[in-house]
């Protein structure tokens, strides 16, 4: 995986995901799985939340490029979308 244009390690990307999602109530971040093999391929996550004016921003990263345009992103934004759509206020 890579962010930006330095490599990230698993080991770091798992060190950033624990440290987030344990000390910052704000961020909720997610693995990506590829369904029939069930590998790790990404993450996203809600970040930012605003709880009052029911907000947050939305990030989306595919690290494999074997898995670059098969949908995936696409289908985790869906399902992201879906799963908060009570967060998010449509008319912003």
Not at 18 to 39: K, M
Request: net charge negative.
């Amino acid at each position: 995986m890579s962010i930006g244009l330095w490599p990230v390690t698993w080991e770091a990307e798992a060190d950033w995901y624990g440290g987030n999602s344990r000390n910052n109530p704000q961020n909720a971040g997610f693995t990506i799985y590829e369904r029939v093999t069930l590998r790790p391929i990404g993450n996203t996550g809600l970040h930012k939340i605003d709880f009052r004016n029911r907000t947050a921003e939305f990030g989306i990263m595919i690290g494999e490029k074997d898995c670059w345009g098969k949908g995936y992103g696409t289908e985790t934004a869906h399902s992201t979308q879906g799963r908060n759509a009570g967060l998010t206020d449509a008319s912003s």
